[in-house]
């Protein structure tokens, strides 16, 4: 299991274990978290799954894909640096402990 602590745009913080594999919205969704919507379910045309990686993690995420700048255009909330589609980050041991921040909104 992989632990990922969730950060809502409020400061409220909830942390969950999801599957090596899984990704970080499956994670949220299976758990009810708040602020991580997924409504296409993962495969990349909502982008109410935008989440900013927290910069201590994003070498262990990765850079996002060209396909997610596309979907990300259409985000309700700012897009930064550290803008991804939490869809497409799968959990892998190394992000043991991961932390995301949520956006203010995701419609
Ligand atoms: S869940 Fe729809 S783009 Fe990530």
Redesign the pocket.
């Known amino acids: 299991m992989v632990k990922v602590t969730y950060i809502a745009a409020d400061g409220t913080e909830t942390t969950v274990e999801g599957d090596e594999g899984s990704s970080v919205?499956h994670a949220a969704v299976a758990h009810d978290v708040d602020g991580i919507?997924?409504?296409?379910?993962?495969?990349?045309?909502?982008?109410?799954?935008h989440c900013y990686v927290d910069d201590a993690w994003i070498s262990k995420t990765g850079e996002r894909q060209h396909d997610e700048d596309d979907?990300l255009e259409g985000a309700a909330s700012e897009v930064r640096a550290n803008s991804r589609?939490?869809?497409?980050i799968k959990l892998t041991p190394a992000m043991d402990g991961l932390v995301v921040h949520m956006p203010e909104e995701q419609f």
Do not use: H
Not at 85 to 88: E, G, V, W
């Open positions: 919205m919507v997924g409504e296409c379910g993962g495969s990349m045309m909502c982008a109410t799954c979907m589609l939490s869809c497409q």
